[in-house]
């Protein structure tokens, strides 16, 4: 079965997006949590 | 002083790490079929790939020690970080990307790469699903590598830059 991984530009934009993700994660619950 | 050279042994072991892990992915597994195809891919399965996966695994472990330490000693405490906790959420993230990394070189990677280069005896059908798993442990790795590094240099900022 095929993935996004099986592709350079695949796994580039998977990365991409999973970094936005990961930084609304920190800054909308990790970081307000904190304050 | 301990410091210092704590961080730099991390940074400089991080760059040979991910410096072999953009090789495998984006320079060996593009040219291996072509290699294959003209019959010149004995070189790099015999001598090139695994004097890179020597160097790639040791540094991937050399790294997590060394930035475990750092952030110990440093007072963000691997508690902090792990839990993600205050300022220590940012490294904390970067943290846990590279913990899952780590063990997806030691516990994914090598043991495959190992069937695949016949360093371990394994039969055609075993070698080739050994292979699928490397390859694709190896590009989540390259995925992965994006927010990490991300989250590292975030978290290495955050103390005193803003987020947003």
């Known amino acids: 079965m095929k993935t996004p991984l099986d592709s350079i530009a695949g796994t580039i934009i998977t990365g991409l997006i999973l970094t936005v993700i990961l930084y609304f994660f920190l800054v909308n619950f990790l970081v307000k949590t904190a304050a | ?164």
């Open chain 2, 1 to 164: 002083m301990e410091l210092i050279i704590v961080r730099w042994l991390h940074i400089l072991a991080g760059i040979i790490w991910i410096g072999l892990l953009y090789y495998f992915n984006f320079v060996q597994a593009v040219a291996m079929p072509k290699a294959k195809a003209d019959n010149t891919a004995a070189g790099i399965t015999k001598h090139i790939a695994p004097l890179a996966l020597l160097w790639f695994r040791w540094a991937a472990l050399v790294t997590w020690i060394m930035g475990a330490y750092y952030l110990e000693r440093s007072g963000v405490g691997i508690g902090n970080a792990f839990l993600l906790k205050g300022p220590a959420a940012a490294i904390g993230i970067g943290a846990w990307l590279g913990t899952i990394m780590l063990f997806n070189v030691w516990v994914l990677i090598w043991p495959n790469q190992k069937k695949v280069l016949g360093i371990v005896p394994a039969d055609d059908a075993a070698k080739a699903k050994a292979a699928r798993v490397a390859f694709l442990a190896s590009r989540t790795n390259t995925m992965l590598s994006l927010p990490m590094l991300f989250f590292m240099i975030t978290g290495s900022a955050a103390h005193g830059l803003p987020l947003m």
